[in-house]
């Protein structure tokens, strides 16, 4: 799924060689481009449109300044939205597939896609920002202020259990050079649901990083899932390079809805043996024992 990215980390490279400006269509996160896509009307009923974000902008700030994402007048912004989100209890809206949702996002008509629009909406002309099942979904928001020229992004996991709806913020301020750069998976580990939330950044050194919670059965909110020993400790997200021409994909954690047992990541390196567009690699293999990937 991750061919579009590595393409479009190709692309980009030649329209800067052309002293031209980029964005990277999607690192294939979500395939869209899936056959009989169709806006019927039981969807366009359930749709509901974009949940607008909205908070005055620092004026003593830039965009791209990590300071704004901690404006007060922020944080308050986003534990309202959160209460917003959290009204989103429609069964039809949840018994609605997010496929047939974006859809209908993207048409605003009830019908069958034409070829122009089939090919539109698979080049990432619609951006993305409903993902996920009937019980799970992430919502990946606009900010209006941090990092807009980069789709600057807040991701939300709403998970649904009977008539209520528990909303958890699970990323702050994401950006990326990519478009459509965000998707979600899920996989068991026992009894327990797992999701991955990948992203990645696009450009001409594109790096995927992964994210992983669980839901509380106690709070029925989204927490951290520590599958990964990392450098403080046990950490619930990951990293790779991706490289121009690798042969074994990165981060190919999950599996036939489980967790593999062992995946391959990319990382810098002075003295790697793998030159990828001028950078010095290593490729390293984790493998699960039971409690962690080492």
């Avoid at 062992?262 to 990382?267: A, H, L, N, T």
Wanted: charged fraction near 20%; proline fraction near 5%.
């Amino acid at each position: 799924m991750r061919d579009s990215l590595r393409r479009a980390a190709v692309s980009g490279v030649l329209l800067l060689t052309l002293i031209a400006g980029f964005s990277t269509p999607s690192h294939s996160f979500q395939q869209r481009s899936q056959p009989a896509l169709v806006c019927r009307k039981s969807a366009l009923a359930a749709l509901k449109p974009i949940p607008k974000l909205s908070y005055p902008c620092g004026s003593d700030q830039t965009e791209w300044d990590e300071k704004a994402l901690k404006l007060p007048a922020r944080v308050s912004a986003i534990k309202t939205f959160i209460s917003e989100l959290s009204s989103f209890s429609d069964p039809s809206w949840w018994a609605t597939s997010v496929q047939d949702l974006n859809v209908c996002d993207f048409t605003q008509a009830p019908g069958a896609l034409t070829s122009d629009q089939r090919q539109a909406f698979a080049d990432g002309d619609y951006s993305s920002w409903l993902f996920g099942n009937d019980h799970i979904r992430l919502a990946l928001i606009p900010d209006p202020c941090y990092q807009t020229e980069y789709g600057g992004s807040n991701a939300f996991l709403l998970h649904r259990n009977l008539d209520h709806v528990f909303v958890t913020q699970v990323l702050d301020g994401y950006f990326s050079r990519a478009d459509n750069s965000v998707n979600i998976a899920f996989a068991k580990l026992n009894t327990q649901e797992i999701i991955e939330i990948s992203t990645g950044t696009g450009g001409l050194n594109p790096t995927l990083t992964n994210y992983y919670f669980a839901v509380d059965p106690h709070s029925h909110m989204a927490v951290p899932k520590n599958l990964f020993n990392g450098d403080h400790g046990p950490t619930n997200q990951t990293s790779s390079a991706m490289l121009f021409n690798d042969t074994v994909e990165p981060l190919q954690v999950l599996r036939a809805h489980s967790l593999t047992q062992s995946f391959v990541i990319y990382v810098d390196d002075a003295k790697g043996k793998i030159d990828d567009n001028g950078r010095s690699l290593s490729r390293k293999v984790l493998r699960w024992n039971g409690k962690l990937y080492r």
